[in-house]
């Protein structure tokens, strides 16, 4: 570890609020480096891992495998978790704050950006965020039902997350039979006539906040040709050798895609296809248009833009045109959002963050946090994890500089359990969880699926509770 | 002496964490299925789609680094976040992710060598550098995540010790707490 204390005299109890990426790597840091820490780790749902079983593609599962890790965390002596406990209805960050010495809040993001435009809550407009939760099987997305009956998608932004959902609205059926996406999103998803997914966004080519891993998977994607605009690679080959290696290669392969005179064995699988994806680029939605007298999304008006500046901080301006596009799904993949849980605790509400420095809550002593709550929503899981690496260690810092104060014993669980006992509140441990994961497993052994997901919190508890 | 005498402690106490919930999928013979051991099985089925992700380079390691044979051993020097060195001697075949977890380097292995993540991101030793073979382009476009890409850049979970790396050294990336200070650029998710 950075910062190791040996022989530590002290014992003291942090209290880390979410269990996804943020809390766990927070947790394995602060257990690693303090000999004497307990670590209790709570988590508003009855399972655990956050965004990593909720929000990673169901075709991604190796970047699931950092599950393992965080198993081995929750089943050390020293750490603790308590699922099914809202921090923040069930019990305050102030009577945490009197049981611990330390809270560490890595609760993420859980509401998304809207895109603010007139027709948003047209029925056929999905947010990202409720998308991937509805096909990653998190309980309050279950009645999302989205409409598949249209040919045309619209997918606005162009991150990986956009790209997530374009690929598992294309890709064909075979595939996803054998990952863990829900039972009725699969259903839904055979039944989809949707062959033609535009993901759009306001800036360029440059500009995609995509990376290449994802973005070669649609290339490759079978059964699926790329559509795009040839001009809006204008002067892109010309800039390509100034540009970072990371950026360069990704826009690399995007020319490639768009402007490339295809091999012939390639030009045979295009002929073949009859999926659709392509970026539009320099676009901003104006509206949201339905159908006169039909209360269904039916389009969306883009205006189109211009670029000033270039690289990263190049700048979309109107250009005054606009034109719609026919489509019967709009799903908004303009980024998540954090949201205050709890009043005593500092919220920046323009940036949507906990105000911190290094992890240090503002204006709070004895508040941490990390993750997306800490940096904002973006960052893939080894973002996540350097960021919870540094909340832990501002933790260890303060406690060995005595700014945070370890030297009188604090409760712990102890008091918590009681006071959420005296609410008709039962925490799920981690071995209850293990029974929710066994029983997930062996159903989707069945099926040839790594596990079939368990859908309401009220099913998981009853299976944590048998 | 109390610093050194500190400092083996806490590599011990840091072995032991790790230790103390042996992580069979972690363990090659395991991905092998060459494992006997009763208590790994039940673990089987959660590890099965790493297994079958798994580089077909990890099937040469071996978990036992034990071996007497002199021509076999590989020495490796591990440079950690803080600048120490840590020399280890690894075998031909070892994977250099696993011969770090084995020493208790602090290298994450969040995706288990499956090319699914950049937490094993590490600089190559100039003198060696040329002597890997060319990444794959998988390991590129995960490199291409990595904070602090450089020219000597690699994946620890894609090196595989040869004779010929003897005395590579690995330097795991330092990153730096103004990481993320108020104007740095947003990553991708």
């Not at chain 1, 998308?131 to 999302?144: D, K």
């Not at chain 1, 002593?365 to 893939?380: F, H």
Request: aromatic share 6%; hydrophobic share 35%; proline share 7%.
């Amino acid at each position: 570890p950075w910062l190791l204390i040996p022989f530590p005299r002290s014992h003291p109890k942090v209290c880390i609020v979410g269990s996804g990426p943020a809390g766990f790597y927070t947790a394995q840091h602060l257990l690693k480096a303090h000999q004497n820490v307990q670590v209790d780790v709570y988590e508003r749902l009855p399972v655990p891992f956050g965004l990593v079983r909720f929000g990673v593609a169901p075709d991604h599962p190796e970047v699931k495998n950092v599950i393992n890790t965080f198993t081995q965390t929750a089943k050390h002596p020293r750490c603790s978790f308590y699922g099914n406990v809202n921090v923040g209805e069930d019990v305050s960050v102030d009577e945490l704050q009197e049981a611990y010495h330390a809270i560490v809040l890595s609760y993420g993001a859980e509401g998304n950006r809207s895109v603010g435009v007139p027709g948003e809550d047209l029925p056929g407009v999905y947010s990202a965020k409720d998308f991937v939760g509805w096909y990653n099987g998190l309980p309050s997305c279950q009645e999302l039902r989205p409409d598949l009956s249209c040919e045309t998608a619209v997918i606005l932004g162009q991150g990986n997350v956009a790209l997530d959902v374009a690929r598992i609205l294309l890709s064909p059926l075979d595939a996803l039979k054998k990952t863990d996406i829900t039972q009725p999103a699969l259903e839904a998803l055979a039944q989809s006539r949707v062959c033609r997914v535009l993901i759009v966004g306001r800036r360029g080519p440059m500009q995609v906040a995509s990376t290449i891993k994802e973005l070669r998977e649609m290339v490759n994607l079978p059964g699926t040709r790329p559509e795009m605009v040839a001009a809006d690679f204008d002067g892109v080959a010309e800039a390509l050798k100034d540009l970072p290696r990371p950026r360069k290669r990704l826009t690399e392969l995007m020319l490639k895609t768009a402007l490339e005179m295809p091999t012939e064995k390639e030009q045979e699988r295009r002929k073949k296809a009859s999926r659709i994806w392509g970026f539009r680029f320099f676009r901003s939605p104006v509206e949201i248009l339905a159908e006169p007298g039909c209360n269904r999304v039916a389009g969306v008006r883009l205006a189109v833009n211009k670029l000033e500046g270039s690289g990263e901080k190049a700048q979309a301006v109107l250009t005054g045109e606009v034109e719609d596009v026919p489509c019967g799904l709009v799903i908004s993949s303009i980024g998540y959002r954090s949201l205050p849980i709890d009043p005593t605790v500092p919220f920046d509400s323009r940036r949507a963050i906990v105000p911190n420095s290094m992890g240090r809550v503002h204006n709070a002593a004895g508040l941490y946090c990390s993750g997306w709550l800490k940096t904002g929503p973006t960052g893939v899981i080894a973002t996540t994890m350097n960021s919870s690496f540094d909340t832990a260690r501002s933790l260890l810092e303060d406690v060995e500089s005595g700014k945070l104060d370890v030297s009188s014993a604090k409760p712990g669980s102890h008091m918590i359990s009681s006071l959420l006992e005296k609410r008709g509140v039962k925490p799920v441990t981690f071995s209850d969880w293990e029974k929710i994961d066994d029983l997930e497993t062996r159903r989707g052994e069945v099926s040839g699926k790594p596990r079939e997901k368990i859908l309401t919190v009220a099913a998981m508890l009853k299976v944590a509770r048998g | 002496m109390a610093a050194s005498a500190a400092a083996r402690t806490s590599i011990g106490l840091t072995l032991r964490f790790h230790r103390v919930i042996p992580d069979c999928s972690k363990c090659p013979l395991y991905r092998l299925k060459s494992c006997t051991s009763n208590r790994a099985n039940p673990q089987r089925r959660s590890s099965f789609n790493s297994f079958r992700t798994m580089n077909r380079h990890l099937q040469t390691s071996k978990c036992n680094s034990n071996s007497e044979d002199p021509d076999d051993v590989v020495n490796v020097v591990f440079i950690d976040r803080s600048g120490k060195r840590i020399p280890v001697k690894g075998k031909t075949g070892d994977n250099v992710l696993f011969l770090a977890h084995k020493h208790g380097i602090e290298l994450e292995g969040a995706c288990e060598a499956s090319l699914a993540c950049s937490t094993c991101h590490v600089y190559v030793s100039a003198a060696h550098f040329d002597k890997l073979p060319e990444p794959e382009e998988r390991e590129d476009d995960m490199l291409d995540m990595a904070p602090m890409l450089q020219e000597n850049s690699r994946l620890a979970c894609q090196i595989v010790l040869t004779p010929d790396l003897d005395g590579i050294e690995l330097t795991l990336p330092k990153v730096t707490r103004n990481f993320y200070v108020d104007g740095h650029v947003p990553k991708p998710h």
